[in-house]
């Protein structure tokens, strides 16, 4: 057994041990149910965990993260955990947050083959493809790259927004929220996109994705 694998192993120990010091009865009000507020849709990045980065304890969020933070309409993953959370948990709050330094999408502004990973970071690729303009009209590199992931983090945003899912939701006076974040890897700094869905109203923009629903 490596070193490493005995070490989380200890570290888990440690962490029920202080837990526990703090509120004797913790795990045992934890099992009971979950009622997060919040769904975060984030990258698979070791270096980009949920909870430490937004404050939050066991039971106040739930995760789903893949690649890139993508939000594609045939991922019956994500769409089970969109389901679970909207309908079931009843989440107010949906976070889709990228972050600067993101490989899925410096994979995608390069033409060499990374391997499957290459088929769903096509999507992103589609995304450049309809900014390519203003992605190059940037000449710094870092800059450029750094725009291409706002550009992913708001585009899954729009993909969220117009999923049957959450439009239902909106149609039965759901209240919930889409938001879009980035994160700094280098300040620990999460930056509001400043792109929030919360209607079918706001998606004016993309009224050939609204649906009607039977009352």
Request: net charge negative; charged share 25%; proline share 2%.
């Amino acid at each position: 057994m490596s070193e490493f694998y005995k070490k989380i192993i200890e570290n888990n120990r440690n962490w029920v041990a202080s837990k526990l010091s703090e509120d004797p009865e913790f795990f045992l009000k934890l099992k009971d149910a979950q009622k997060p507020p919040l769904l975060w849709i984030g990258c698979s990045d070791s270096r980009v965990p949920a909870n430490e980065i937004i404050g939050t304890k066991p039971g106040e969020v739930f995760v789903h993260r893949n690649i890139a933070n993508m939000v594609i309409h045939t991922d019956m993953n994500m769409l089970s955990v969109l389901d679970y959370a909207v309908n079931v948990l009843k989440v107010r709050h949906i976070i889709v947050c990228g972050h600067y330094g993101c490989g899925g999408v410096k994979a995608a502004m390069s033409n060499n083959s990374v391997g499957l990973i290459d088929n769903w970071i096509r999507h992103i690729k589609d995304g450049y493809r309809f900014s390519k303009d203003e992605i190059q009209s940037i000449s710094d590199e870092e800059k450029k790259f750094d725009r291409l992931v706002e550009l992913n983090t708001k585009q899954q945003v729009l993909n969220l927004a117009v999923t049957s899912i959450v439009q239902c939701a909106w149609s039965k006076g759901q209240e919930l929220s889409i938001h879009g974040w980035v994160y700094g890897l280098d300040t620990g700094l999460v930056q509001d996109l400043d792109v929030t869905f919360s209607s079918h109203e706001d998606i004016r923009n993309s009224s050939v994705y609204k649906l009607e629903f039977d009352e």
